[in-house]
């Protein structure tokens, strides 16, 4: 059942997708959720959906590995879609007893629950045909101007790679401390919500606990090995843009302002 | 030969944990010399301070009192601290607990990264380090996804990147299986044979102190043996008060001196042993 949280979950592969500079690949989706957000009508979500098309064709992940990502908002989107369906004002479609659907309501609900997909899909997209480790140094490189006002950029990048590192770790740990709570004949399943939250307070304390000695022993084997902080570190990747990093970046740009000039005109 | 670490009255003192005030005394009065290019096995019971003295070996504990030299350089002298931790790397006992990122050429690449190495040469050293452990074709594998014993090599690897002159395991082999424990020692064999890098290796099972140059026995923050390993596990008795085993081979050997045949107690090797029991009983 944890195995299926897809968050920060990388597919290798050697598409242009994954050969572009990760600075590129989180430029470009700020410039997708800034247009995202000026799309409304159906010319501009078409832009949207269609740009979506094109970079899941051209990093060739699994329209499958897409979908199993949606599966935790879920809920969400139905949720989203039933409020606005019902509660928009408007003229109404249909009305039964104090429920009403209008056709302002219709469109609001299909253009959040749109949103929504575009904006969670086009993200993991990044984050599957990027490696953490890439994305941490890229993010890291981007910030970097920010050190200059004493930002501690080399440190937050460290501590995200390594969180997304500890993911894996900590699942599996999850996992077999349920496991063994299970076989002492805990019960996770039944109850209401407050009893089933109860029930994971026997999870977390081992957690916390085994999470904390890990951070120790982990400190210490990266003393170990010389790790000083980020003054005077290189790197066995060093970032690079090519030429294709800035055809990414003219065409999402250019996919961004025109979405904003259509919406100035009304589209 | 050059001293590759030397201990000089070496005291180590945990500070206080609990309210009590009570610090715990984890090494008083070590004096060691160990030679660069063996193969050292430390033993000793749980609490032995077998962990702490590893740790003054590259500064990342220094003494209470008295000294350590790596390379006649002083773990006390923070100039010198990541001089002294590129020459004497350490392996711990839980892999996933020192693997920093998540591909494995990442990870070897971490100590160089640190160091400054220009990247070329890291790439080097990575490629290298990873044959050398005989992980070459796992360089872009996520290292949670290998057996236990890979991932220790990976971490041996790691290590090895720094091109340090001696490797300190810390129970590294404890937590693995039969397989992965002898894929960890044979790998730390060659590259003593072969780099002639210094090998300090901690360990419970006795079998794997066999093959060591030299075997030093921990027991209550103080050498209580040092020599080769025939001498030092045939002294069965003394081992055993100290709440530690001998190797089947010795104990074999013992209990039929006991019974009155004359077994040698430094056949440690099985042919070796059982040759010598065949040689006892045709006399
Ligand atoms: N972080 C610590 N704080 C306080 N006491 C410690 C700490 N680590 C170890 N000790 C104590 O120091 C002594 C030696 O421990 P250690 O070096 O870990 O032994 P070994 O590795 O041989 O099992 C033990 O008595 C242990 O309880
Ligand atoms: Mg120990």
Request: hydrophobic share 50%; glycine share 8%; net charge negative.
């Given at each position: 059942?944890?195995?299926?949280i897809?968050?920060?979950?990388?597919?290798?592969?050697?598409?242009?997708?994954?050969?572009l500079?990760?600075?590129?690949?989180?430029?470009?989706?700020?410039?997708?959720?800034?247009?995202?957000?000026c799309a409304?009508?159906?010319?501009t979500?078409?832009?949207m959906?269609?740009?979506?098309?094109?970079?899941?064709?051209?990093?060739?992940?699994?329209?499958?590995a897409?979908f199993?990502?949606l599966?935790?908002?879920?809920?969400?989107?139905?949720f989203?879609?039933?409020l606005?369906?019902?509660?928009?004002?408007?003229?109404?479609?249909?009305?039964?007893?104090?429920?009403?659907?209008?056709d302002?309501g219709?469109?609001?609900?299909?253009?959040m629950?749109?949103?929504?997909?575009?904006?969670?899909?086009?993200?993991?997209l990044?984050?599957?045909?990027?490696?953490?480790?890439?994305?941490?140094?890229g993010?890291e490189?981007?910030?970097n101007?920010?050190?200059?006002?004493?930002v501690?950029?080399?440190?937050?990048?460290?501590?995200?790679?390594?969180?997304?590192?500890?993911?894996?770790?900590?699942?599996e740990?999850?996992?077999?401390?349920?496991?063994?709570?299970?076989?002492r004949?805990?019960?996770?399943e039944?109850?209401?919500?407050?009893?089933?939250?109860?029930?994971l307070i026997?999870?977390?304390?081992?957690l916390?606990?085994?999470?904390?000695?890990?951070?120790?022993?982990?400190?210490?084997?990266?003393?170990?090995?010389?790790y000083?902080?980020?003054?005077?570190r290189?790197k066995?990747?060093?970032?690079?843009?090519?030429t294709r990093d800035?055809?990414?970046?003219?065409?999402?740009?250019?996919?961004?302002?025109?979405?904003?000039v259509l919406?100035q005109?009304?589209? | 030969?050059?001293?590759?670490i030397?201990?000089?009255?070496l005291?180590?003192?945990?500070?206080?944990?609990?309210e009590?005030?009570?610090?715990?005394?984890?090494?008083r009065?070590?004096n060691?010399?160990i030679?660069?290019?063996?193969?050292?096995?430390?033993?000793?019971?749980?609490?032995s301070g077998?962990s702490?003295l590893?740790?003054?070996?590259?500064?990342v504990?220094?003494?209470?009192?008295?000294?350590v030299?790596v390379?006649?350089m002083d773990?006390?002298d923070e100039t010198?601290l990541?001089?002294?931790r590129?020459?004497?790397?350490?392996?711990?006992?839980?892999?996933?607990?020192?693997?920093?990122a998540?591909?494995?050429?990442?990870?070897?690449?971490?100590a160089?990264?640190n160091?400054?190495v220009?990247?070329?040469?890291?790439?080097?050293?990575v490629?290298e380090?990873?044959?050398?452990v005989?992980?070459?074709?796992?360089?872009r594998h996520?290292?949670?996804?290998?057996?236990?014993?890979?991932?220790?090599?990976?971490?041996?690897?790691?290590?090895?990147?720094?091109?340090p002159?001696?490797?300190?395991l810390?129970?590294?082999t404890?937590?693995?299986?039969?397989?992965?424990?002898?894929?960890?020692?044979?790998?730390?064999?060659?590259?003593?044979?072969?780099?002639?890098?210094?090998?300090v290796?901690?360990?419970?099972h006795?079998?794997?102190?066999?093959?060591?140059d030299?075997?030093?026995?921990?027991?209550?923050?103080?050498?209580a043996?040092?020599g080769?390993?025939?001498?030092?596990f045939s002294h069965?008795?003394?081992?055993?008060?100290?709440?530690?085993?001998v190797?089947?081979?010795?104990?074999?050997?013992?209990?039929?001196?006991?019974?009155?045949?004359?077994?040698?107690?430094?056949?440690?090797?099985?042919?070796?042993?059982?040759?010598a029991v065949?040689?006892?009983?045709?006399k």
């Amino acid at each position: 059942m944890l195995k299926d949280i897809t968050l920060g979950q990388y597919f290798p592969g050697d598409t242009p997708a994954h050969r572009l500079d990760p600075r590129t690949k989180i430029l470009l989706v700020i410039f997708y959720i800034v247009a995202l957000f000026c799309a409304k009508s159906v010319v501009t979500y078409g832009i949207m959906i269609l740009t979506l098309l094109v970079c899941v064709q051209i990093s060739k992940v699994k329209a499958g590995a897409l979908f199993r990502g949606l599966k935790p908002v879920v809920f969400i989107i139905i949720f989203t879609a039933v409020l606005n369906l019902f509660f928009t004002p408007g003229n109404y479609l249909f009305q039964w007893g104090p429920l009403h659907i209008s056709d302002a309501g219709v469109r609001m609900a299909v253009s959040m629950v749109l949103r929504i997909m575009l904006l969670i899909t086009g993200t993991f997209l990044m984050t599957y045909t990027t490696s953490p480790i890439r994305l941490t140094d890229g993010l890291e490189s981007l910030l970097n101007p920010l050190k200059r006002l004493h930002v501690p950029v080399h440190e937050l990048a460290m501590m995200m790679s390594i969180a997304l590192r500890f993911i894996p770790t900590l699942i599996e740990e999850t996992d077999k401390i349920m496991s063994a709570q299970k076989a002492r004949g805990a019960d996770f399943e039944s109850g209401n919500l407050f009893r089933k939250a109860k029930a994971l307070i026997p999870i977390l304390v081992p957690l916390f606990i085994s999470a904390f000695r890990r951070a120790d022993e982990l400190a210490v084997a990266m003393e170990c090995r010389c790790y000083h902080g980020g003054e005077g570190r290189t790197k066995l990747h060093v970032l690079k843009f090519a030429t294709r990093d800035w055809v990414a970046l003219v065409c999402g740009t250019a996919i961004m302002v025109g979405v904003i000039v259509l919406r100035q005109f009304g589209m | 030969m050059a001293a590759m670490i030397e201990t000089k009255k070496l005291e180590y003192t945990y500070p206080s944990v609990e309210e009590d005030g009570k610090a715990t005394v984890a090494l008083r009065g070590v004096n060691l010399s160990i030679e660069a290019g063996s193969f050292v096995v430390v033993l000793g019971h749980n609490g032995s301070g077998k962990s702490t003295l590893a740790k003054t070996f590259n500064a990342v504990a220094l003494p209470s009192g008295g000294s350590v030299y790596v390379e006649g350089m002083d773990t006390k002298d923070e100039t010198l601290l990541l001089a002294i931790r590129q020459r004497v790397g350490m392996v711990f006992q839980n892999p996933d607990n020192q693997i920093v990122a998540n591909v494995v050429e990442e990870d070897v690449a971490f100590a160089p990264e640190n160091l400054g190495v220009p990247t070329e040469e890291i790439r080097r050293r990575v490629d290298e380090a990873l044959d050398a452990v005989g992980m070459g074709e796992f360089v872009r594998h996520a290292p949670h996804l290998l057996s236990g014993g890979q991932k220790q090599r990976i971490a041996i690897a790691g290590v090895i990147a720094m091109e340090p002159k001696c490797i300190v395991l810390d129970e590294a082999t404890a937590m693995l299986d039969p397989i992965g424990r002898e894929e960890v020692l044979s790998t730390v064999h060659r590259l003593n044979r072969e780099k002639g890098i210094t090998v300090v290796l901690i360990t419970h099972h006795m079998n794997e102190a066999e093959d060591a140059d030299r075997v030093i026995v921990m027991d209550d923050g103080l050498v209580a043996m040092d020599g080769a390993p025939q001498a030092v596990f045939s002294h069965v008795e003394e081992l055993r008060s100290m709440g530690l085993t001998v190797p089947d081979t010795v104990a074999l050997a013992y209990e039929l001196g006991l019974d009155g045949l004359n077994v040698p107690l430094t056949a440690l090797g099985v042919e070796e042993c059982a040759d010598a029991v065949a040689a006892a009983l045709s006399k």
